[in-house]
């Protein structure tokens, strides 16, 4: 059972360039999360997912943009790269929404570096 | 969102019961209280979540008092293995899909 997997698990890119992060998850969850971690930090919510279709601001979702065409994946794209995007990114994804019986699974996170 | 508020970082030793407390003064009546642990370079994983009293599983104990405005992470005879950074959420049911994260403690086990 892969679970929530993240792909790319490492890229560089130079200021400007853009790319996409892929999460894709297994578990027919409804809910999907992206999440930045910058150094001795916690998670910061960037942009969110409550089904197929869907999507919606976080704590910082400038810079980013996502899509959910699909329900088992959630796309993080970063137009224009800029080295205050270095950071690791996380997806999550979950049965339900913030709450009870909320588990949310996370993939192994994608490090990202902005030159 | 309730807020909540936990040490930056503790110590502790091998073979030690390690408690770790939040303090979520604004909780609502509808939130749940959970509990996620980072290793370094990995993704957080769930470990234990409550409504009021105890909860117990494999891994850790969860108390939360009547007022429910703190609750108690208890880790029972850590190993070095149980240094992470451990997060308390308090997530409202129904009323906003996000999961919020907030710094966590740093729990660091010596030898």
């Known amino acids: 059972n892969a679970g929530v997997t993240q792909t790319p698990k490492f890229r560089v890119l130079k200021t400007g360039q853009s790319m996409t992060l892929l999460c894709a998850q297994d578990?027919?969850?409804?809910?999907m999360y992206w999440y930045r971690q910058d150094p001795g930090m916690g998670l910061r919510l960037i942009h969110y997912?409550?089904?197929?279709?869907?999507?919606a601001k976080g704590e910082v979702p400038d810079g980013y943009n996502v899509s959910r065409l699909k329900k088992q994946n959630f796309l993080l794209g970063l137009e224009s790269a800029a080295p205050s995007q270095t950071s690791v990114y996380f997806c999550?994804?979950?049965?339900?929404?913030?709450?009870?019986?909320?588990?949310?699974?996370f993939g192994q996170g994608t490090r990202l570096t902005v030159v | 969102l309730a807020k909540t508020t936990q040490p930056i970082s503790m110590d502790s030793y091998e073979g030690q019961e390690v408690n770790i407390t939040c303090s979520h003064n604004n909780i609502a009546t509808n939130d749940y209280i959970t509990w996620y642990q980072q290793f370094p370079s990995q993704g957080p994983r769930f470990i234990i979540q409550g409504y009021k009293t105890k909860v117990t599983n494999e891994v850790a104990s969860l108390f939360i008092p009547a007022d429910r405005k703190s609750s108690t992470l208890s880790l029972p005879r850590v190993s070095l293995s149980d240094t992470a950074v451990y997060y308390c959420?308090?997530?409202?049911?129904?009323?906003?899909?996000?999961?919020?994260f907030g710094k966590g403690t740093r729990l660091h086990i010596l030898p």
């Open positions: 578990m027919n969850h409804e809910y």
């Open positions: 959420l308090v997530g409202p049911l129904n009323r906003d899909d996000k999961i919020i």
């Open positions: 997912s409550v089904g197929e279709g869907t999507t």
């Open positions: 999550a994804s979950s049965p339900n929404g913030a709450g009870r019986n909320t588990e949310a699974f």
